[in-house]
């Protein structure tokens, strides 16, 4: 591989696994331990059949609270079908992303030439080129150390209840007992969407993360554009997004 560039590898796959039960689920039928997979930490497993005959090998990576598995493409067809025969009655979601995202693999020298990191959520796929633009932009000019993209919330917290089984409490008290409407709020609250998340090298492999506590600055987007594909319709509603 060259050291000076980033490759395509064309001959891989992705599937994602989302759900209540997806990491109980992944458990069960590979080869390796899940809980050695998190935000840091990939694992290499395969998959065997009943009798122990080696099927399928592949990388998992954690994603929010689902899991990537990158496999070679000419398997992904026959390895999704094969994961869906497992589901039975397990809550997850498998969606073959193969058609909408690539693997790319940068070797370590390049990767530390760069002064900052740029990161596209790939399960949020609906954005703004312009946005992105504005942002690398601001971030460049104000030298943050770290910019993450923020959306206003639809569902405000004095209107999220918490349930514990016959109680239940508001997630974040209302102030004020007379407010009749949404827009009568004093305070907006917002959500870190994932459309985009920059930081400075240093900044990244100091904290393991695009986020840190009162040093990360956010760049809130005007409307709402994200999609999060979570689920099988989220896929369609972005696809919708995306011909429009």
Same mark, same amino acid.
């Given at each position: ?25 992944? /458990?069960?039928?590979?080869? %390796? @331990?899940? %809980?050695?997979?998190?935000?840091? %930490? ?6 065997? %059949?009943? /009798? ?9 990576? !954690?994603?929010?609270? #689902? ?7 000419? !398997?992904?067809?026959?390895? $999704?079908?094969?994961?869906?025969? &497992? ?21 370590? *020298?390049?990767?530390?030439? $760069? ?5 596209? /959520? ?8 312009? @946005?992105?633009?504005?942002? +690398? ?17 639809? *569902?405000?917290? &004095? ?19 007379? +407010? ?11 959500? +870190?969407? #994932? ?25 809130? /987007? ?7 594909? @979570? ?14």
């Amino acid at each position: 591989m060259n050291i000076n560039s980033a490759c395509i590898l064309e001959d891989r796959g992705i599937l994602f696994i989302d759900g209540v039960d997806a990491k109980d689920f992944l /458990q069960n039928i590979i080869t %390796n @331990d899940i %809980n050695k997979v998190n935000d840091h %930490n990939s694992c290499f497993a395969s998959l065997l %059949n009943p /009798q122990g005959k080696f099927l399928f090998e592949f990388l998992v990576i !954690q994603h929010k609270k #689902g899991y990537f598995i990158d496999c070679e493409k000419n !398997q992904i067809n026959e390895l $999704f079908k094969q994961l869906s025969l &497992y589901k039975l009655r397990s809550s997850v979601q498998i969606l073959n992303l193969s058609n909408e995202f690539v693997v790319a693999a940068l070797s370590n *020298e390049k990767f530390l030439e $760069f002064d900052a990191v740029l990161v596209l /959520q790939p399960t949020t796929p609906v954005r703004k080129i312009r @946005d992105i633009e504005k942002a +690398i932009n601001i971030f460049k000019e104000k030298r943050y150390s770290s910019l993450v993209s923020l959306v206003q919330m639809k *569902e405000h917290p &004095y209107e999220c209840v918490e349930i514990k089984k016959d109680k239940w409490n508001y997630l974040k008290k209302n102030p004020k007992k007379k +407010i009749t409407g949404r827009q009568q709020y004093k305070n907006n609250f917002f959500f +870190i969407d #994932g459309s985009f998340y920059i930081a400075k090298l240093d900044f990244y492999l100091k904290h393991k993360s695009f986020l840190k506590e009162n040093i990360t600055k956010f760049y809130i /987007q005007e409307k709402k554009w994200p999609v999060d594909i @979570d689920y099988l319709d989220d896929l369609k509603v972005a696809e919708t997004f995306l011909k429009n």
